[in-house]
């Protein structure tokens, strides 16, 4: 099955610099990568997703690019902010063959002032 | 904007007694799942639910789960005989597909507490 790997467990910044978060999977068939967003106590919540026919997809200041070839994705923030500070989880699928998500271990991010 | 709503928020129950946590889908999503996140871990899948059938299950998911639609609205997941590792928050999630879009919300979780 599917599994997914994901990198720095943690992450402080600075408010105002960038963070980046990577994931590797190890299915070649998985074709969809969401990103969510995990405050404390609360629902994990989809901020961005990239299909594999895409290699980059950006909203706002949240960006994400896929390498199908190495297998890997990546999460960007750039000018990050202090409500930003979540964990953040990764996760891959494929959508043709099944609807489960597998989910990479999280990143806490702490931006701090 | 369409929200999964799970009920209870929070159960304390004893060891080896059965719980039931319930789930109120997005009305027009077709696909049904039940997650689990263990304190400070990933967000663990258990099962899928299509057509009123399992679609899919993990190795989680074994002999003390099961899963029901009672009614056009509700699903539910119960835990029979529990024990001390099924502390955890339990997250119900739904998606209109599986194939288009697959965009998967999630509840705001039950968190289950035994012992």
């Known amino acids: 099955g599917e599994n997914v790997e994901q990198h720095p467990s943690t992450l402080s910044v600075q408010e105002g610099d960038s963070a980046v978060i990577k994931c590797t999977y190890s299915?070649?068939?998985?074709?969809?990568f969401p990103w969510y967003k995990q405050e404390l106590g609360k629902r994990p919540q989809l901020i961005i997703d990239?299909?594999?026919?895409?290699g980059e997809k950006k909203d706002q200041r949240i960006a994400v690019t896929l390498n199908k070839t190495a297998k890997h994705f990546s999460l960007h923030i750039t000018e990050t902010q202090p409500e930003d500070s979540a964990v953040y989880f990764c996760?891959?699928?494929?959508?043709?063959?099944?609807?489960?998500?597998?989910f990479g271990t999280g990143t806490r991010l702490q931006v701090t002032l | 904007e369409p929200e999964v709503t799970q009920t209870p928020s929070h159960q304390v129950t004893q060891m080896g007694q059965e719980v039931i946590l319930r789930c109120v889908p997005i009305?027009?999503?077709?696909?049904f799942y039940w997650y689990r996140q263990i304190l400070g871990q990933k967000v663990e899948f258990l099962v899928s639910?299509?057509?009123?059938?399992?679609?899919?299950k993990s190795e989680i998911f074994d002999d003390q789960f099961s899963v029901e639609r009672p009614d056009g609205s509700n699903f539910t997941l119960k835990i029979r005989s529990t024990k001390l590792e099924d502390s955890a928050m339990y997250f119900c999630?739904?998606?209109?597909?599986?194939?288009?879009?697959?965009?998967?919300?999630f509840g705001e979780g039950s968190w289950l507490t035994v012992v």
């Open positions: 999630a739904s998606s209109e597909y599986r194939v288009k879009g697959n965009t998967i919300y």
């Open positions: 299915d070649s068939a998985s074709n969809y």
């Open positions: 990239i299909r594999s026919n895409v």
């Open positions: 996760a891959a699928t494929h959508t043709g063959t099944a609807s489960k998500l597998t």
């Open positions: 009305s027009n999503h077709l696909y």
């Open positions: 639910f299509y057509n009123n059938e399992i679609s899919e």
